[in-house]
């Protein structure tokens, strides 16, 4: 099963994308994974936040494969700990299927094409980072679960 992470923007902090990449590193020694940057929309500032996310929406969509399983990074998704992650990631394993996609919005969420499209939404925390800031905890803990699920010392208890 692949993994995708699909995101809006480029991380503009360079410590932020050296641990994007670190964590990138390391879990391609357990499943296959894919970073897909979608480009910020241009002329914001004559749109509303709604035709942001709609815009956003198009894009997000065009680039997940018809028979992955899509999750969102939401603010109002179901919260887990690192293991209870691990968990569920091995119920998507077990379910099988082509692929499974994670979403990372922008600042302003997702489109309700977006929401339709979604088969479960997931919360990091109750506060609110950014979504450059998510990237690279959202990839820290795929690694997490991954080292968890193959029963390795990377996480204590």
Same mark, same amino acid.
């Given at each position: 099963?692949?993994?995708?992470?699909?995101?809006?923007?480029?991380?503009?902090?360079?410590?932020?994308?050296?641990?994007?990449?670190?964590?990138?590193?390391?879990?391609?020694?357990?499943?296959? *994974?894919?970073?897909?940057?979608?480009?910020?929309?241009?002329?914001?500032? %004559?749109?509303?936040?709604?035709?942001?996310?709609?815009?956003? $929406?198009?894009?997000?969509?065009? &680039?997940?494969?018809?028979?992955? %399983?899509?999750?969102?990074?939401?603010?109002?998704?179901?919260? *887990?700990?690192?293991?209870?992650?691990?968990?569920?990631?091995?119920?998507?394993?077990?379910?099988?299927?082509? $692929?499974?996609?994670?979403?990372?919005? $922008?600042?302003?969420?997702?489109?309700?094409?977006?929401?339709? %499209?979604?088969?479960?939404?997931?919360?990091?925390? &109750?506060?609110? *980072?950014?979504?450059?800031? #998510?990237?690279?905890?959202?990839?820290?803990?795929?690694?997490?679960?991954?080292? #968890?699920?193959?029963?390795?010392?990377?996480?204590?208890?």
């Amino acid at each position: 099963m692949k993994i995708r992470v699909v995101c809006i923007g480029k991380t503009g902090k360079s410590f932020l994308a050296e641990a994007e990449a670190y964590y990138m590193n390391r879990l391609k020694h357990y499943i296959s *994974f894919e970073k897909i940057e979608i480009p910020d929309i241009k002329q914001t500032k %004559r749109l509303s936040e709604e035709e942001i996310k709609y815009k956003e $929406g198009l894009v997000i969509l065009a &680039k997940i494969p018809a028979s992955d %399983r899509v999750i969102l990074l939401d603010e109002n998704g179901k919260s *887990f700990s690192s293991v209870g992650f691990s968990q569920y990631m091995q119920q998507q394993f077990n379910r099988g299927g082509q $692929g499974l996609t994670f979403v990372i919005g $922008g600042p302003y969420g997702f489109s309700e094409d977006v929401y339709n %499209r979604a088969e479960s939404k997931i919360s990091l925390s &109750k506060m609110t *980072f950014s979504h450059q800031m #998510i990237r690279p905890i959202f990839i820290e803990q795929l690694y997490r679960a991954m080292t #968890i699920l193959k029963g390795e010392p990377y996480h204590h208890q």
